[in-house]
């Protein structure tokens, strides 16, 4: 507790609710035994992963806030002289908890943390989904291809001029969308193929999405169980996410709701 850090910051007020003391056991079968272990705490990859969630850090950006920001290298058990992991091993430690699906195993460590301490109940529930933005530019879109196109492209190419060999791709690259439309029966992206454009209501702007359902305990706000599914226009999958979150909610909590709270798109199921 030697570094700079007021008693009213927030930080102080997670941590003490925080415990991340069966992370380390957590991940070590994920390593293979001729291996070792790794050269780095992995809670503290996790506390720094958490920070870049609360304050909206890049993976560039929170490994500088925390070289130089008493706070975060407090949070992350960090006096000034350990120096702080690099980006790559963030990326890399992602990665293997993501293969291992250790985060969804994170979350429900710490849900069942929350209801050790009474912080939530279960007796009352709610359930919304939210629009989540693609990592995708409409730049990125291009047309879907079926098999009737891909032949018809074919055929035009074989009969190109030999002296423009990069001139299909070039008009990829420097496509004009001025006064096209696009929907995504007509139009994918080609960096993130499962996104597809969403609006929440009239007049709002379609973008390229995903949903975000969360199941919370009503009273205290507390997410217990979530997921992330394409924007279809089918009303009915809302529904059925609502369902999956409630059956996964009973089979690793044992907890079920008296009463659930959804808008109507919840209530085609």
């Known amino acids: 507790d030697a570094l700079p850090i007021s008693e009213k910051h927030f930080l102080r007020d997670l941590d003490a609710a925080l415990d991340l003391g069966f992370v380390p056991g957590l991940l070590r079968k994920t390593y293979p035994s001729d291996l070792g272990?790794?050269?780095?705490?992995?809670?503290?990859?996790?506390?720094?992963?958490?920070l870049s969630f609360l304050y909206d850090l890049s993976d560039v950006r929170l490994c500088e806030e925390v070289h130089f920001h008493a706070g975060y290298r407090w949070f992350c058990r960090l006096d000034f002289h350990r120096p702080v992991p690099d980006r790559t091993?963030?990326?890399?430690?992602?990665?293997?908890?993501?293969?291992?699906?250790?985060?969804?195993?994170?979350?429900?460590?710490?849900?069942?943390?929350?209801?050790?301490?009474?912080?939530?109940?279960?007796?009352?529930?709610?359930?919304?989904?939210?629009?989540?933005?693609?990592?995708?530019?409409?730049?990125?879109?291009?047309?879907?291809q079926n098999d009737l196109?891909?032949?018809?492209?074919?055929?035009?190419?074989?009969?190109?001029?030999?002296?423009?060999?990069?001139?299909?791709?070039?008009?990829?690259q420097h496509t004009d969308f001025h006064g096209k439309r696009f929907s995504n029966k007509t139009h994918r992206s080609a960096t993130d193929p499962d996104a597809q454009f969403y609006r929440k209501g009239r007049g709002k702007e379609a973008k390229l999405s995903f949903k975000a359902h969360n199941l919370a305990d009503t009273k205290s706000r507390v997410i217990v169980a979530t997921s992330a599914t394409r924007v279809s226009g089918d009303d009915a999958r809302d529904g059925s996410q609502a369902e999956r979150l409630l059956d996964e909610l009973r089979e690793r909590h044992g907890i079920v709701p008296k009463t659930l709270c959804a808008d109507t798109l919840y209530g085609t199921a």
Do not use: Y
């Open 37 to 50: 272990l790794p050269d780095f705490d992995p809670a503290l990859a996790v506390r720094m992963i958490l």
């Open 149 to 172: 196109t891909e032949t018809a492209d074919r055929l035009c190419a074989d009969h190109e001029p030999t002296d423009k060999p990069n001139a299909k791709n070039d008009d990829h």
């Open 89 to 144: 091993t963030l990326v890399k430690f992602r990665k293997r908890c993501r293969e291992h699906g250790l985060w969804e195993e994170l979350f429900h460590r710490i849900v069942a943390q929350c209801r050790n301490v009474g912080l939530l109940s279960g007796r009352h529930l709610m359930v919304d989904s939210t629009q989540v933005q693609a990592n995708a530019s409409i730049k990125s879109l291009r047309e879907i």
